[in-house]
């Protein structure tokens, strides 16, 4: 309220100054109202229905509502709200004005052929020399193109999130239909195989059902993270020491040089932060 009529203040001392230099007049005044081409309503001050009453409105008010002065001079404005005003904002401006403050808000307002409309307006009381309210200025503006504009994107956030959270379904599903294979499928057929062959190729089937059954774990994407950069290849090496195999094993297995071995060994536990030897990889690897 201070701040409010320390403003009319100025204004009027203002105006005042410039009366006496320019020799102003009412007139002006009127003629900015009238050429505005926003929505101007002035209105009296009886807050409690049927007011307040509207003693003004301007070409441009016309132009929003359809509604001409003859229609709704000596009015209550409430006649342009409908079905879909927010009254939570209709609340919030009485208190505002029987509070003798200025009032900004934004709801949906209805014109003379019952056309919604998003209406953004303030209301500013209209104070005489001694402080006292005496009048009510509306100034109204069309914002449905810009209440339209952020509906259009809510409704893509809204589209977007559903096509993520399709995705994730998706990928769940993906994720049950291979853990459905591996156990129903795969995992048998290993059985079987381990049957046969040296005591290497079981060593080997056994690495190979381990991963089967971590097909879907976060192993490989953990090792391979960007912080620590594994090749495809250290991944392969690390996988088969997490599983048990020796360096001597893993040679058979790939078919490299041992010395080989010991060097991606050696770049693993680099890349691990590995700094004390005597930290066993095998036990680090299992633990990821």
């Known amino acids: 309220m201070g701040v409010h009529l320390k403003r009319q203040e100025i204004y009027y001392i203002s105006m005042a100054q410039y009366n006496k230099k320019h020799n102003f007049n009412e007139r002006l005044l009127a003629s900015v109202a009238f050429f505005a081409e926003d929505s101007i309503l002035i209105t009296d001050t009886d807050l409690k229905l049927p007011g307040p009453r ?21 009015k209550d404005p409430r006649f342009l709200q409908g079905p879909k005003t927010d009254r939570s904002v209709l609340n919030h401006l009485k208190n505002v004005l029987q509070k003798g403050e200025v009032f900004y808000g934004r709801a949906i307002n209805y014109r003379k052929d019952g056309s919604e409309f998003w209406n953004e307006w303030h209301i500013e009381p209209i104070l005489d020399e001694k402080d006292k309210v005496i009048n009510y200025l509306a100034i109204q503006r069309d914002i449905t193109e810009r209440m339209n504009f952020i509906k259009a994107i809510e409704d893509k956030n809204i589209a977007l999130r559903e096509i993520l959270e399709q995705i994730q379904f998706e990928k769940k599903k993906i994720q049950d239909n291979i853990f459905s294979n591996v156990e129903q499928i795969l995992l048998p057929a290993i059985k079987k195989l381990r049957r046969k062959g040296s005591p290497l190729d079981k060593k080997s089937i056994d690495v190979l059902e381990n ?71 095998t036990t680090l690897l299992k633990e990821l």
């Open 54 to 74: 509207i003693i003004y409105v301007n070409p441009g008010f016309t132009k929003l509502t359809g509604y001409s002065a003859q229609d709704v001079l000596g």
């Open 211 to 281: 991963n089967l059954k971590e097909l879907t774990s976060s192993f490989g994407s953990r090792v391979s993270d960007k912080r620590i950069k594994l090749s495809p290849r250290e991944i392969e090496i690390a996988n088969l020491i997490k599983n048990g195999l020796s360096s001597k094993e893993i040679c058979e297995t790939l078919n490299i040089a041992f010395k080989t071995i010991e060097t991606h060994r050696n770049r693993i536990r680099k890349k691990l932060d590995i700094i004390n030897k005597n930290v066993n990889l």
